[in-house]
């Protein structure tokens, strides 16, 4: 049984590497760091062909997450590709990607097994039910953002706290301290939020007396420098400036400068009134009667509750920065569906109980199924590398212009695969015919710049009230590339059409490919 549900998390993750495999700009600082990483190795020679002296983004990150990614995922390439099922460096990002989401839905696992010791059976299998029919975690849990690096660790911790027999009082201080240990590196290395989570967590440890002040700011220094040393050593090597510690600078940026502000304001009850539905859907409504029944619960919680109030109080909120608590959120809801189902007072309260948790969990996979359709739809810029790769698989001599909303949806470096680098040296082989094409995502070219630039044989060009400058007279339209629009309701559904069709999806042309005449 648990193995299944192991599995089932697993799966879960895994297939929403497939089923979306492009990524977005959100995600591809890490993603081209561990290209780079994979098709140059991380010696000083190889430094001057990264992607980020180019294109560094707004704040500097931390490249620790991508070189430990890129590393991991290498045997699991070689293995891949002994059995024949890498045909090019596009499905690269695909394994980086699972091997992402593999480690990731590992930790899911423990926190599974931490639940079922704590909270019984039925709670465990309703915790995978609950995370396996959500969207957001799964869904974005192999992707390379960082923090989808910084869960990694976060959840560990987080077995680690709650990894106790049932009514056990006695806590390990071991476990605490590790965990708190493992909450420092996160936040020093990966996202800084996550210190707004360790805070609750200290103060909670320390006043139930789980360890205590001395311990606290031992373990606290110890691991808080060490942390420190590490990111500055690491990172100012790849950044190529010194010191650099990318989180603080990253505090400096957006907090005390107030540049996160510049991305939108939202009001202080966001992450409760919106943000933390949309993450759990019907998880929500029954984490709180977790809280209400449970006073185990109520203890688990308050460290997550605190850490969304704290980081309520800053302007600019996304529902990434505090989906670490997510799982947690899932243990509580996963309790209190296990006490409902388990009512035996009256039969007919027992089915009822028993039909409303079963209805929850149909309607987040509802949702889900629609979030997953729509996210699919939604990378046009990977569809259009795609398609022009096949498009121009012949062709000797091209020099593509890609927009920066292709680049922005999907055209990653890992589509690249008419030009080196081509890892040669992890088994990777250039497509036998054309290669040595140049890609060249150079930012705000005006398409006069492009037409008038005779070297661009074709562009990945946006469609909007800008593609209609593109002179017809010099370029010919090969292909537009659709992408997700909105859904509506399907009207034929009167007409006997079948209930799967209640929603039809709208998509409208993003990208056009063009061809210099
Ligand atoms: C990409 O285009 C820009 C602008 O025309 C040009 O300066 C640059 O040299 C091009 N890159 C390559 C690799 O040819
Ligand atoms: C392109 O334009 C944007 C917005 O105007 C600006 O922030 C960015 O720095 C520009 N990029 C380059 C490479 O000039």
């Known amino acids: 049984m648990s193995t299944a549900l192991d599995i089932l998390l697993l799966t879960t993750c895994w297939a929403h590497v497939v089923l979306a495999p492009y990524t977005k700009v959100e995600e591809s600082f890490n993603l081209h760091a561990t290209h780079d990483v994979l098709a140059y190795g991380v010696l000083p020679d190889a430094l001057q062909h990264y992607d980020h002296f180019v294109f560094s983004g707004a704040v500097p990150r931390t490249f620790i997450g991508s070189v430990l990614l890129a590393w991991i995922s290498t045997p699991v390439i070689y293995i891949a590709n002994w059995y024949g099922v890498i045909n090019s460096k596009a499905d690269l990002q695909i394994y980086v990607r699972l091997v992402l989401a593999t480690l990731n839905a590992i930790t899911l696992c423990l926190i599974r097994r931490a639940t079922s010791r704590r909270y019984g059976g039925a709670a465990s299998v309703l915790f995978t039910l609950f995370t396996c029919t959500q969207f957001h975690l799964p869904f974005w849990i192999g992707r390379t953002l960082p923090n989808m690096f910084a869960i990694f660790p976060v959840n560990i911790a987080s077995y680690l706290l709650l990894n106790r027999a049932s009514n056990a009082q006695k806590f390990s201080p071991k476990g605490v301290h590790r965990a708190i240990k493992l909450l420092i590196f996160t936040a020093v290395v990966f996202r800084s939020e996550v210190a707004l989570l360790l805070a609750p967590i200290l103060l909670q440890s320390w006043l139930s007396g789980r360890t205590t002040l001395g311990d606290i700011i031992k373990v606290g220094l110890v691991s808080g420098l060490k942390s420190i040393a590490l990111t500055t050593i690491v990172d100012s090597y790849f950044w190529q400036s010194w010191p650099l510690w990318p989180e603080l600078h990253g505090i400096y940026f957006n907090v005390l400068q107030g540049k996160s502000s510049e991305w939108g304001i939202s009001p202080w009850h966001t992450y409760f009134s919106a943000m933390l539905p949309k993450l759990l859907l019907s998880s929500f409504p029954l984490s709180l009667i977790g809280l209400l029944i449970d006073s185990r619960i109520r203890s688990l919680l308050f460290?997550?509750?605190?850490?969304?109030?704290?980081?309520?109080?800053?302007?600019?909120?996304?529902?990434?920065?505090?989906?670490?608590?997510?799982?947690?959120?899932?243990?509580?809801?996963?309790?209190?569906?296990?006490?409902?189902?388990?009512?035996?007072?009256?039969?007919?309260?027992?089915?009822?109980?028993?039909?409303?948790?079963?209805?929850?969990?149909?309607?987040?996979?509802?949702?889900?199924?629609?979030?997953?359709?729509?996210?699919?739809?939604?990378?046009?810029?990977?569809?259009?590398?795609?398609?022009?790769?096949?498009?121009?698989?012949d062709r000797e001599h091209v020099h593509v212009h890609i927009s920066n909303l292709a680049a922005q949806t999907g055209a990653s470096l890992f589509l690249q695969t008419h030009a080196p680098p081509y890892l040669t040296q992890i088994g990777i082989h250039p497509p036998p015919k054309s290669h040595n094409w140049v890609y060249n995502k150079t930012e705000n070219l005006t398409q006069l710049d492009i037409t008038n630039t005779k070297d661009f044989t074709h562009v990945i060009a946006e469609v909007g009230d800008d593609a209609a400058g593109f002179a017809l007279q010099q370029w010919d339209v090969v292909e537009a590339v659709e992408g997700f629009e909105r859904w509506v309701p399907n009207l034929d559904l009167l007409k006997g059409a079948s209930i799967w069709e209640l929603l039809q999806m709208v998509k409208s042309d993003k990208l056009v490919i063009l061809e210099r005449k």
Request: aromatic fraction near 14%; hydrophobic fraction near 55%.
């Open 303 to 393: 460290p997550a509750i605190t850490f969304v109030g704290l980081l309520s109080v800053l302007g600019h909120k996304e529902w990434r920065f505090i989906v670490y608590v997510v799982p947690l959120f899932n243990v509580a809801a996963a309790k209190a569906a296990a006490y409902l189902i388990s009512q035996k007072k009256s039969k007919i309260f027992g089915r009822l109980c028993f039909l409303v948790v079963a209805g929850m969990l149909a309607a987040n996979s509802f949702l889900s199924l629609i979030s997953t359709t729509s996210s699919m739809a939604n990378y046009p810029g990977g569809a259009a590398l795609v398609k022009f790769n096949e498009l121009f698989a």
